[in-house]
C-alpha cells in the first residue's frame, strides 16, 4: 500500500474495488453502532376496527381525525407534565391514521396507564358517548403492549420527530391486528417488567399463545384489566377443538348490580350482545354461538362482559369431524331461581355492535 493511501484503499485494487471496501467497512461500523443504541423499551399499538368503512366518507373521516388529534394531544401532555419538555421528546408518539405507535423508553408503567387511557377513550360507556358528540357511529380499538430491545432515534428523516425501529415494534404491530377488539392485550415480557417494576393496579389474565399476523410466530398473552376501580371487565376463556364447526353454548349469570353487556370473541370474528336487548326479567343467558374453526385461528373462544359476571361453558360432545352436541346436563341453571334463563341465538337473532335503538 502506497504512503497516501488511507485505510482499506489500495492504490493496486481498481476505484469500484476501493469504495465497495470502504462501504463495507462504514456499514460494519454503523451496525456497531446500531447495537449500543439499542435499550429496553415498552412498546403500545392501537389500532381501530371497521376504519375502513369510513374510506369515502370524507366528513366522517375528518371527525375521526380530530378524535384521535385529541387523543394524541393528551397523551403528549401528559407526558410532558409528568417527565418536562426535554425529557418527553425521547418518547415516541407516532399517529398513523385510524392508529397509534407509542414507545416508552424502560418505561412499562407509563405504557400500561396509556394503553387504558386509548382503552378508555374508545372501548368505555364513556368512549362512546364521546364518539357520539363527534357524530360518530362508536368504535373499538384493538390495543396490544409489548416490551423488549428497540433503537431509538431523536429525530426521523421523514418528520424530525422521535422514531424506533426494531424487532419488539414488530412483534407488538403484529400482536395488535389478533386482539380482541374492545381489549387490551399484553405480552408475557410486558408481564414480567411490569412485575419486576412492582406496577400496581392492573390484573394480567392468561388467554394462551396467540398467532401473531402475518405469520411472524407465536406469543404468550395475558388480558389486561383494572384493580382499582375505573372500567373492569371479566374475561372468561374456553379452548375448543382447532377444527371445530359447531354450535356452543356461554351461559351468562346476571350480577346484582345491572343487565351485563357481552362480548364473545373467536379469530378474526367478534359479536357483542348489548345489555339493553337482555331481559331484566331473567336471572341468567344462555348464548348460542357458530364456531367456525380452522387450522391456523387460536382455538379459543374469549368471553368479555361489563359488569364482571359469572360465565359457564356448558359441556359438548364432540365428534371426530369437529361437530358437537350439547349435552342434556349441561342444560341446567344450578343456584339460579326465579323467571328463568333467556335464551339467545346469535346467529338467527343477528346480534350487530351496537345497543337496540327501536
Known amino acids: 500500500m502506497s504512503d497516501g493511501a488511507c485505510d482499506g484503499v489500495d492504490s493496486a485494487r481498481s476505484p469500484f474495488a476501493n469504495e465497495l471496501l470502504l462501504n463495507i467497512e462504514i456499514m460494519s461500523q454503523e451496525d456497531t453502532d446500531i ?35 385529541k387523543l394524541g394531544r393528551n397523551i403528549r401532555e401528559d407526558l410532558r407534565n409528568s ?20 414507545v416508552y423508553p424502560g418505561d412499562i408503567e407509563k405504557a400500561l396507564e396509556h394503553a387504558w387511557k386509548i382503552h378508555n377513550h374508545f372501548n368505555t360507556r364513556v368512549g362512546r358517548e364521546r364518539q357520539k358528540e363527534y357524530g360518530l357511529w362508536p368504535f373499538q380499538a384493538r390495543i396490544a403492549v409489548h416490551y423488549g430491545n428497540v433503537e431509538l432515534i431523536e429525530k426521523s428523516p421523514f418528520n424530525e420527530m ?10 407488538c404491530s403484529r400482536l395488535e391486528p389478533a386482539t380482541v377488539p374492545g381489549m387490551v392485550w399484553v405480552t408475557k415480557a410486558a408481564v414480567d417488567a411490569a412485575t419486576v417494576k412492582n406496577v400496581r393496579g392492573y390484573r394480567f389474565e392468561q388467554i394462551g399463545m396467540v398467532d401473531l399476523a402475518k405469520n411472524a410466530g407465536k406469543v404468550l398473552t395475558y388480558n ?11 374475561l372468561s376463556v374456553k379452548r375448543y377443538p382447532r377444527g371445530i364447526q ?6 351468562v349469570h346476571r350480577p346484582a ?7 364473545l370473541a373467536w379469530g378474526a370474528s367478534h359479536c357483542v350482545i348489548h345489555r339493553s336487548e337482555l331481559s331484566p326479567e331473567c336471572k341468567a343467558y344462555r348464548i348460542k354461538h357458530k364456531l367456525l374453526g380452522s387450522q391456523t385461528d387460536l382455538p379459543l373462544l374469549v368471553v368479555h362482559t361489563d359488569p364482571p359476571c359469572q360465565v359457564e361453558f356448558p359441556e359438548l360432545s364432540f365428534t371426530g369431524e369437529g361437530s358437537a352436541t350439547l349435552k342434556q346436563t349441561a342444560m341446567g341453571l344450578e343456584g339460579v331461581s326465579g323467571p328463568g334463563i333467556q335464551e ?4 338467527s337473532d343477528r346480534w350487530y355492535l351496537l345497543p337496540n335503538r327501536a
Open 162 to 171: 422521535p422514531d424506533a425501529f426494531g424487532k419488539t415494534i414488530v412483534t
Open 35 to 69: 447495537e449500543s443504541r439499542l435499550q429496553p423499551a415498552a412498546v403500545v399499538f392501537a389500532d381501530v376496527e371497521r376504519y375502513a368503512s369510513l374510506a369515502d366518507q370524507h366528513a366522517w373521516l375528518l371527525k375521526f381525525d380530530h378524535l384521535m388529534g
Open 344 to 347: 339467545i341465538d346469535t346467529e
Open 246 to 251: 359447531a354450535d356452543v353454548y356461554v351461559l
Open 224 to 234: 389486561l384489566s383494572k384493580t382499582d376501580g375505573g372500567q373492569m371487565g371479566a
Open 83 to 102: 417527565f418536562g419538555e426535554v425529557a418527553a421528546k425521547r418518547y415516541v408518539v407516532k399517529p398513523a391514521g385510524d392508529g397509534v405507535l407509542l
Open 257 to 263: 348490580e345491572r343487565l351485563p353487556t357481552v362480548h
